[in-house]
C-alpha cells in the first residue's frame, strides 16, 4: 500500500526556469508533509514542510503547497539551479496515533536541471 | 555540533554473515529510525524506537534485529535471515517535527 506517491520518475529542466516536483497521497490522517533532496549515496536533506493546516509554505527558492481536497502537493523552486540536480523525495507523518513521527517516503523524483 | 555518526561508510561481508551496522547521534533525540533504500524506491522504514529499551518493527523488519540500550546508539544487525540485503542503509534521529538523518551505509553482501 503506497500512501505516499511520487509518479514521475524524472524531470528534467533548463536552468533558470521553474520546476514543479508533485506528490500525491492516500492517508487524509497525515498532519505534516516534508521534501528532501538526496544526492547519491549520501543522507537526505531537508529543504521544506508545510503541515496539513496550511496551503503554502514558502523558503527562499522554494515553495511548498498543498492541496488536501485533492490529496496532492507540489514543491516549486524558482529559479532552478544546476546544483538543484538531485534526487527529490516527498515525505509524510502523523504526529498522532500509534504510528506517530514515522515517516512515509515516496519513490522519489531525480530532478536534472540543465545549464 | 550535533549530528548523527553511521558507520562505516561501506560495508562488505559475506552471504550468510550477520553484521551490525551503527547509529550514534549526540542531538539528545528520543526517537531513532531505520530506513533502507533500494535502486528506484523511496525510504523504506526498517525499526524504530521512540524511547530508550523500546522499539517497534516498521514495514520490512524481516530479518532485521535493533537494540536501544542507550539513548544515543541505535545498532541494526542485518542477519542471514535477511534475503536481499545489500542496500543503503539510513539511520534518523526526530525530536518534535525535526528529523535529521545520518550519511549512510552502503552494504553489499558478496
Known amino acids: 500500500d503506497q500512501q505516499v506517491k511520487q509518479n514521475s520518475p524524472s524531470l528534467s529542466v533548463q536552468e533558470g526556469r521553474i520546476s514543479i516536483l508533485n506528490c500525491d497521497y492516500t492517508?487524509?490522517?497525515?498532519?505534516?508533509f516534508l521534501w528532501y533532496k538526496k544526492y547519491p549515496a549520501e543522507g537526505p536533506t531537508f529543504l521544506i514542510s508545510i503541515s496539513s493546516i496550511k496551503d503554502k509554505n514558502e523558503d527562499g527558492r522554494f515553495t511548498v503547497f498543498l492541496n488536501k481536497s485533492a490529496k496532492h502537493l507540489s514543491l516549486h523552486i524558482v529559479p532552478s539551479q544546476p546544483g538543484d540536480s538531485a534526487v527529490y523525495f516527498c515525505a509524510a507523518f502523523r504526529i498522532r496515533g500509534t504510528s506517530y513521527g514515522k515517516l512515509t517516503f515516496g519513490q522519489g523524483t531525480i530532478l536534472t536541471v540543465h545549464p | 555540533d550535533g549530528g548523527i555518526t553511521q558507520s562505516p561508510k561501506y560495508l562488505f561481508r559475506k552471504e550468510g554473515q550477520n553484521v551490525t551496522l551503527s547509529c550514534e547521534q549526540n542531538?539528545?533525540?528520543?526517537?531513532m529510525y531505520w530506513y533502507r533504500q533500494d535502486p528506484g524506491q523511496g525510504l523504506r522504514l526498517i525499526y524504530y524506537?521512540?524511547?530508550?529499551?523500546?522499539?517497534q518493527k516498521g514495514d520490512i523488519a524481516e530479518g532485521y534485529s535493533v537494540s536501544r540500550e542507550k539513548k544515543e546508539s541505535f545498532p541494526l544487525t542485518v542477519t542471514s535471515a535477511q534475503k536481499n540485503p545489500t542496500a543503503f542503509y539510513l539511520c534518523?534521529?526526530?525530536?518534535?517535527?525535526?528529523?535529521?538523518f545520518g550519511s549512510g551505509t552502503r552494504l553489499t553482501v558478496v
Open positions: 542531538l539528545n533525540h528520543d526517537a
Open positions: 524506537s521512540q524511547i530508550v529499551n523500546d522499539f
Open positions: 534518523a534521529s526526530r525530536q518534535s517535527y525535526g528529523y535529521t
Open positions: 492517508n487524509s490522517m497525515f498532519d505534516y
